[in-house]
């Protein structure tokens, strides 16, 4: 069944419409350049329907950029598991909690959720121009475990010009959003996680600066984002760029 919108709406939005209009006990996402291995869903269904506490479960795949293929095991598993794990079917350790607040999880053709789960939580945020996927895993990791498959379950293809190849400052914004939200859903991150994501956040807002006043000419844009980072987590690379935007403004160079 096809569902159609009558505008752009973008990926977060346009996913979170189709998962209206269907009844199905699990979920996953597809995108028109990506492509599902053979067993992709069967392993990841018997996964959930073996383990009914699991929030959602993903898998190994293939990435496709500038004409290379690269296998790909999520970094949130190779942090959290054993070697030795790697190459068969497990629950993640409690500990991903934490670490998915700032390790990249499952791309969004590589996971499958419960209905439930995914209702629970909202969906996709639809104000995310980059990052949506991962925002919603970190949330979902806060509602019960997280499990892992290694059967090969896609083929990921990264387009030259996709927000995700390109230098957007919407991209790091994303990604400030995202860190932003994880420091308030979790309130028993560890006092060394909870400034990781911080300067995750930070890190984040001061490249999009740099980004706006390299790219987009908005010097008074680029200020106020630099200066926030100042107020909220002090840095010499935020003082140095609050200055230099400053400047730039006084001196009516953008």
């Known amino acids: 069944k096809k569902i159609r919108s009558d505008e ?5 939005a346009a996913r979170n419409l189709g998962v209206e209009h269907t009844s199905a006990k699990y979920i996953a996402f597809l995108d028109a350049d990506d492509v599902f291995l053979e067993n992709r869903l069967k392993s990841q269904v ?12 993903g898998s190994v795949g293939f990435i496709h950029r500038f004409r290379k293929t690269f296998h790909f095991i999520p970094p949130i598993v ?10 068969k079917a497990h629950v993640l350790p409690l500990s991903v909690k934490e670490k998915i607040c700032f390790t990249y999880a499952y791309h969004s053709c590589g996971f499958t959720v419960k209905r439930t789960n995914f209702l629970k939580i909202g969906g996709f945020d639809p104000s995310l121009r ?9 949330r979902l990791a806060q509602l019960g475990p997280v499990g892992y498959v290694s059967v090969r379950g896609y083929r990921y293809i990264q387009r030259e010009g996709s927000i995700t190849q390109t230098q957007d400052p ?22 060394a996680g909870r400034w990781k994501i911080k300067t995750m956040r930070r890190d984040a807002m001061l490249l999009a600066a740099q980004l706006y006043y390299e790219t987009k000419h908005d010097a008074k844009k680029a200020w106020s984002l630099a200066t926030k980072t100042l107020l909220e ?3 010499i690379w935020g003082l140095r760029s609050t200055i230099r935007y400053s400047l730039a403004m006084l001196c009516g160079r953008h």
């Open 8 to 12: 752009n709406i973008k990926p977060p």
């Open 170 to 191: 919407q991209k790091h914004i994303s990604k400030a959003r995202i860190m932003e939200k994880a420091l308030k859903l979790n309130n028993d991150l560890t006092n």
């Open 46 to 57: 018997h996964f959930l329907e073996e383990n009914k506490n699991i929030s959602y479960v």
């Open 78 to 87: 190779k942090e959290t598991s054993p070697e030795s794990n790697l190459n």
């Open 130 to 138: 980059w990052g949506e996927e991962w925002d919603m895993q970190i």
């Open 233 to 235: 987590s002090p840095s």
